[in-house]
Structure formats: C-alpha cells, structure tokens
C-alpha cells in the first residue's frame, strides 16, 4: 500500500495565497518606512535652514548702537583746539 503525503490541492493554493500576502504586507511596510525616513530627512533639514536663515535675519534686522555716537553730540573732553582731532577719537 503506497502512502500519499502531497498536501490537498487546496492547502498548496492557500499557502501560497498566504505567502503572496505575506510578500505584499512586508513590501508595503518597506515602502511605507522608506517614504516615511525620506521625507522626515527633507524636513529635517529644511527645518535646519529655515532656523539658520531665520536667525541671520534677526541679526541683521536687530538694531545696534553705534560702536560710538556722532562727534556733534558728545561733549567735548578733548584738550586739543579742535574736538575733531585725531587723538580725541
């Protein structure tokens, strides 16, 4: 008497079913974290620049004192004729 161990042929198309799900579940969610790691690395550094410009406008867009005011208006503590003079500078 001769043994058959071949599995149904429904069990064969069920595991097979099975693993082709199983490849479109795996293929998805690589997809789906290679998109997700790209556009996260986009934005990272878009927002990296949009920080770094940012800041130099602040910079440049913040008032300062002058290093020194006007010569008209500081009083004259200068011993030379001319409050002008180089030394007084």
Avoid: E, G, N
């Amino acid at each position: 008497m001769k043994l058959d161990l071949r599995f149904p042929p429904w069990w064969t198309r069920l595991k097979s079913l099975q693993a082709l799900w199983l490849a479109l579940a795996l293929w998805s969610r690589l997809t789906a974290t290679l998109t997700w790691w790209l556009i996260d690395a986009r934005l990272r550094d878009y927002r990296q620049q949009t920080l770094t410009t940012a800041a130099v406008r602040d910079y440049v867009a913040t008032p300062r004192k002058p290093c020194r005011p006007p010569m008209d208006s500081r009083p004259s503590t200068c011993s030379h004729k001319t409050a002008r003079s180089t030394a007084c500078r």
